[in-house]
């Protein structure tokens, strides 16, 4: 089973997880995953014209999926909430929470959903220029698609540096979760 571009699951089971070496393989294994399955595309399209419902519903997998390595297991049913709350309010974002709320509700689910945004949420290639998003003065939001991939692309990256350093509990979990998607398919 293909785990990522370059690794598949083979390469995970034959990891020796108590070596730092080990460690490392794991990390370049989830790190491939996620750029090579979402990332590395999101960013050949972002300053494309009409790419912004694109760039922006992959980048809502790639905060979820990222979100599940983080903590051990998939995000479970009806609990995006949390994952929004935890991701959009961290330092890349310091979004508010109803804020939080009305993105996942008017973005991310009228993505998912409707293929479409909702509730007079409008999204922009570079406007507002000094924030990812903002109300403007007709009450509309906008949303700058390439400032909101730049902070998930940083989300993943301060990830990445703290399982490098050695981050015991997100190791374990990174772990967990890679472990839980290749049981997915290799049911006992």
């Not at 997880?17 to 960013?43: K, P, S």
């Not at 599940?68 to 979004?95: D, I, T």
Request: proline share 3%; aromatic share 12%; hydrophobic share 40%.
């Amino acid at each position: 089973m293909r785990l990522s571009p370059r690794f598949c699951d083979k390469d995970w089971k034959g990891i020796n997880f108590t070596t730092e070496d080990g460690w490392r393989q794991a990390v370049a294994i989830v790190e491939d995953r996620i750029e090579g399955r979402w990332l590395r595309w999101v960013d050949q399209i972002v300053s494309c014209q009409f790419s912004g419902f694109a760039v922006l519903a992959i980048d809502c997998i790639v905060l979820e999926s990222l979100w599940g390595f983080a903590n051990g297991k998939a995000v479970p049913k009806r609990h995006e909430r949390e994952v929004y709350r935890e991701m959009l309010s961290g330092r890349r974002f310091g979004w508010p929470q109803v804020q939080i709320d009305d993105f996942r509700l008017f973005v991310r689910n009228g993505l998912m959903h409707d293929a479409e945004t909702r509730n007079r949420w409008l999204v922009e290639m570079t406007t507002p220029r000094n924030s990812i998003a903002a109300q403007n003065a007709a009450g509309d939001y906008n949303i700058n698609r390439s400032s909101f991939h730049k902070a998930v692309k940083g989300t993943f990256e301060d990830w990445l540096n703290a399982l490098r350093s050695g981050d015991q509990k997100l190791r374990r979990n990174m772990r967990g979760r890679m472990d839980e998607i290749i049981a997915k398919h290799y049911a006992p």
